[in-house]
């Protein structure tokens, strides 16, 4: 049974450039939550897509947007990329926040 | 506003060692709270799930207690060993709210 994907393990991106992390989900869960970390931090909300459509979202700007698609998968862009965006980003799935959360092994981006 | 406070930030014991890491939450209204392990620069794993109406769990030499109206969890590691050097992480789901909130982590180091 495969747990959480995320793609690609690592980015490098420059400043002002876009980027597009993508993860699939547990087989059987159906919303899929995403995440930043930085360095020595705990990680932080960034939205919850459920059903195709953006359930909640943390307190980050409009740059950061997201899709999910009818297999559940998921995508987090980022546009015009500033250093401080470099983190590892995390992606969480669950059937329902009652039975927890299983994360991916998430994205290295680093912004130059 | 959820604040989870992690203490002590870091640890460090010789081997064999029984050992405590301590989860604060200023909320009680929780769906549940949940610990992880994060190796460096890699993804969460998670530990155990307590539910709100759960007063521990246990799975291996993990112990995991949740006081929920004291806002407290403990994580209770019997006979540490060199492979559980990891930063551990607790996070809560609040009610009625999708934002799973995460403390800084402690990193523990177990030393042979």
């Known amino acids: 049974d495969a747990g959480v994907t995320q793609s690609p393990t690592h980015l490098i991106k420059t400043r002002g450039q876009q980027v597009t992390l993508r993860c699939s989900p547990k087989s059987g869960h159906d919303t899929v939550s995403w995440y930043q970390q930085a360095l020595g931090q705990g990680p932080q909300f960034i939205f919850q897509y459920y059903e195709e459509e953006e359930r909640q979202r943390g307190n980050f700007p409009d740059r950061f947007s997201g899709h999910q698609f009818p297999n559940y998968s998921s995508e987090l862009n980022v546009n015009a990329l500033l250093l401080g965006d470099s983190a590892l980003y995390l992606c969480?799935?669950?059937?329902?926040?009652?039975?927890?959360?299983?994360f991916g092994s998430g994205t290295r981006l680093t912004v130059v | 506003k959820q604040e989870v406070t992690q203490i002590p930030a870091a640890l460090s014991v010789p081997e064999g060692e029984n050992l405590v890491l301590n989860c604060s939450f200023t909320d009680s209204a929780i769906y549940n709270l949940q610990w992880f392990r994060q190796d460096p620069g890699k993804g969460l794993t998670s530990l155990l799930l307590i539910q709100s109406s759960q007063r521990e769990q246990t799975s291996g030499r993990l112990n995991a207690s949740l006081d929920k109206s004291s806002g407290r969890s403990t994580l209770y590691i019997a006979a540490s060993q060199p492979g559980d050097s990891a930063t551990y992480l607790c996070?809560?789901?609040?009610?009625?709210?999708?934002?799973?909130?995460f403390g800084a982590g402690t990193r523990l180091t177990v030393k042979p």
């Open positions: 969480a799935s669950s059937l329902d926040s009652i039975y927890g959360y299983t």
């Open positions: 996070a809560v789901s609040p009610y009625n709210n999708n934002d799973m909130r």
